[in-house]
């Protein structure tokens, strides 16, 4: 799977940002995909994913806030983010993984190389 992030930059607290997944058409179809993200010290976490059939989960801290969804035609996985604040500051990655039955997925195995999301107080 080839997947390749854009869309991240610096914006102050309380903005938006929209990030983009571009991949292959397989993977956007047909694979579990989502986004994660890291900062400094810190581990990797989860925290937008989409089952093959499109159903969403949110991590807490971004729930209400973010929105994950796919463009079947276009190829491209998005993060709509708003109401940022500098804890969002991090390394964003797109995942994708393979799905199994009753609409679970297994744990990514394919990544992008990652946009950075930068949130000035």
């Known amino acids: 799977a080839q997947l390749r992030e854009s869309g991240g930059g610096s914006v102050s607290t309380g903005g938006s940002l929209t990030l983009t997944c571009a991949a292959d058409?397989?993977?956007?179809?047909?694979?579990?995909m989502g986004w994660f993200r890291q900062s400094p010290g810190k581990e990797r976490e989860g925290i937008a994913r989409?089952?093959?059939?499109?159903?969403?989960t949110y991590a807490d801290s971004v729930k209400g806030r973010f929105t994950i969804s796919r463009d079947r035609e276009r190829n491209i996985l998005y993060l709509q983010m708003s109401s940022l604040s500098p804890d969002d500051t991090a390394m964003y990655y797109c995942g994708a993984a393979e799905a199994l039955a009753r609409g679970y997925c297994q744990e990514p195995a394919y990544w992008g190389q990652g946009t950075p999301v930068t949130v000035s107080s």
């Open positions: 989409s089952t093959m059939y499109d159903y969403p």
């Open positions: 058409k397989w993977t956007v179809s047909s694979r579990c």
